[in-house]
């Protein structure tokens, strides 16, 4: 089988790729689309991604979905069923897990992730062995392409959980790319009663609207109309200037939840304000049990695909990332997982 490889900072292959032997309680799955996310985008142009460098060559991509081609484990769905893939293998046994909080397990494993050595292999890959337990059967009257934006709108989902009740609140979303526009679409969901999002990009702002906004702004104009003040803010940019305006245009009393991953190293930021104005600084990482949230979510909102902009073909991956990281010209690219020619990209 073929997969997308990342070999090193800018080294992107399509090659060739070993099966893994399904163990006990394993699946595969015949994958259709994968999304590229923006930590895809990170380990292509620098290599890592925050605090997790790549060491070894490591198959890339988390947002997967496919048909079922063989579960011998007893359990989880049938061959031949749609799925969409839970990224997340959790050890069950840390303290964060025993929580209730296996998103920030201390040992978990993560399709397409550098953080622990040997490297989790991804889901750029056409057939996937996977625990059959993070398998998730399609809800009925979702397809798969549109299933592929399930991993970053669960991403969204726990972003504005974390903000608390937004009900009826304003909320500001810095950061129109694709996780921002699923935060504005799970804060309409969660029945925020406005929702104004900033960006440098028109195209990411109109993204935006599409996805629910009530008022967007131009991060970069002097002249822009922000909102005096918000209720709550999600950062999804991941920049320091995002950060920055969450805490100057939250209320006293506010919540800022920090999403996008910010620069490794140190980031200044503007803490005073915590103080004086009593804000809410929190942190959200992965998601738990949103993943089937989202899954509702996007079989009841079909107008969320049009977040899809782009769908290439594996043997195009390189074509593919290139676009992706082309805010100008795309908002979410997957790219499709079927028979290819065998070259690098």
């Known amino acids: 089988m073929r997969a997308c490889v990342i070999h090193g900072r800018g080294d992107l292959r399509v090659t060739g790729w070993r099966t893994p032997t399904p163990g006990p309680g394993d699946a ?3 994958v259709a689309y994968g999304g590229i996310c923006g930590s895809d985008l990170h380990y292509w142009k620098h290599g890592g991604v925050g605090d997790f460098t790549l060491r070894e060559p490591m198959v890339l991509g988390h947002e997967v979905v496919g048909t079922v081609l063989a579960n011998d484990s007893g359990a989880g769905p049938a061959p031949g069923t749609p799925v969409a893939v839970h990224p997340a293998t959790p050890c069950g046994a840390c303290p964060e897990c025993r929580a209730g909080r296996a998103n920030i397990c201390r040992d978990t494993r993560y399709l397409g992730s ?3 050595l040997p490297h989790v292999q991804g889901g750029f890959v056409q057939h996937l062995v996977v625990p059959a337990a993070q398998l998730r059967a399609l809800p009925d009257g979702l397809e798969l392409r549109p299933a592929a934006l399930a991993e970053p709108l ?4 726990h972003a504005v959980r974390r903000a608390g009740d937004v009900a ?5 979303v810095t950061g129109a790319g694709p996780i921002g526009c699923l ?3 799970a804060a309409r969901a969660a029945g925020a009663g406005a929702v104004t999002v900033s960006d440098l990009l028109p195209a990411a702002l109109a993204s935006a609207t599409t996805a629910g906004a009530t008022a967007t702004v131009r991060a970069d104009d002097p002249s822009a109309a922000w909102p005096a003040e918000v209720d709550v803010a999600v950062e999804a940019s991941g920049s320091p200037a995002g950060l920055e305006t969450c805490l100057r245009r939250v209320r006293r009393g506010g919540t800022v939840v920090q999403l996008g991953m910010l620069p490794p190293g140190s980031v200044p930021f503007a803490g005073n304000l915590l103080v004086s104005r009593e804000i809410d600084l929190r942190g959200a990482f992965r998601f738990d049990d949103e ?6 979510l996007l079989a009841a909102t079909p107008a969320l695909e049009a977040l899809i902009t782009d769908v290439l073909p594996l043997d195009r991956a ?3 990332f290139r676009l992706a990281a082309d805010r100008t010209r795309s908002c979410k690219v997957l790219l499709e997982l079927g028979s ?3 070259r690098a990209s």
């Open 28 to 30: 595969v799955v015949e």
């Open 114 to 116: 550098a953080a622990r």
């Open 154 to 157: 669960a991403v969204a989902l």
């Open 168 to 172: 009826g609140r304003h909320v500001l």
């Open 183 to 185: 935060v504005v679409a």
């Open 291 to 296: 993943f089937d949230d989202a899954l509702r």
């Open 318 to 320: 390189g074509d593919a």
């Open 340 to 342: 290819v020619r065998l």
